[in-house]
């Protein structure tokens, strides 16, 4: 079936470590997002792509590196320089048209700092 | 910055009731788009409207929309425990970067 796989559900860091997390979509979408859920909040985008080879930052990218290198795949970088990284992580992905359409999101991955 | 902003913050109604929840926005929109999160997963999404269509219709959501009072609202028909869930509205700008801007959510918790 087709989807987003993200990769690990769970992941804990020690303060100083950078995390990578992984997403993978078999949906042959153009454009993909990370985004950032804290408890009880909305959603916060990091980075976004519609291209591979390119990428643009979103409205709290400080902190977070990603890659584009293939047009399946999205790995978000969440490096020591992230002062609170403990949260929920989404990645999606979308069928570029014009304007922003349907996000088909993955199931998450929870990210906790020891 | 945050675009939608969903009212209210949460609701709590008996199963077969009606659940309404409204999102306002500040700019001007492509579309307005409605997903559904239940507790620890990802968002799925539910209903799209576009600036020039005023009324949707899937199945028991019922969908509005105000470009004038820059205002949406979802109705859900007949609840049932399954509804229990976060529901979050996200705006498209004009002359965006075709990324979704999301509301913090109106936590919807259906009795039985």
């Known amino acids: 079936d087709g989807g987003i796989t993200q990769s690990p559900k769970y992941l804990f860091r020690k303060e100083g470590q950078n995390v990578t997390l992984s997403c993978e979509q078999n949906l042959n979408h153009d454009a993909m997002y990370w985004y950032r859920q804290d408890p009880g909040q909305g959603l916060r985008l990091i980075y976004y792509?519609?291209?591979?080879?390119?990428?643009q930052k979103g409205d709290i990218a400080e902190g977070y590196s990603v890659s584009r290198e293939k047009k399946e795949s999205f790995p978000l970088t969440v490096t020591s320089a992230q002062k609170n990284p403990t949260a929920f992580y989404l990645c999606?992905?979308?069928?570029?048209?014009?304007?922003?359409?349907?996000?088909?999101f993955g199931e998450g991955s929870r990210l906790t700092v020891l | 910055s945050q675009q939608g902003e969903e009212d209210p913050q949460a609701l709590s109604i008996q199963e077969g009731e009606n659940a309404t929840m409204n999102c306002s926005y500040k700019t001007s929109i492509n579309n307005l788009q409605w997903y559904r999160q239940n507790s620890g997963r990802g968002l799925v999404h539910l209903i799209l409207?576009?600036?020039?269509?005023r009324e949707k219709h899937s199945g028991r959501l019922r969908v509005t929309l105000d470009t004038s009072k820059k205002s949406s609202s979802l109705l859900i028909t007949a609840s049932r425990a399954a509804d229990t869930a976060s529901y979050f509205c996200?705006?498209?700008?004009?002359?965006?970067?075709?990324?979704?801007?999301f509301g913090q959510g109106t936590r919807l918790t259906i009795n039985p």
């Open positions: 409207i576009r600036s020039n269509e």
């Open positions: 999606a992905s979308s069928v570029l048209a014009g304007e922003a359409g349907e996000l088909f």
């Open positions: 792509s519609q291209i591979v080879n390119d990428f």
């Open positions: 996200a705006t498209d700008k004009i002359q965006g970067a075709q990324k979704l801007v």
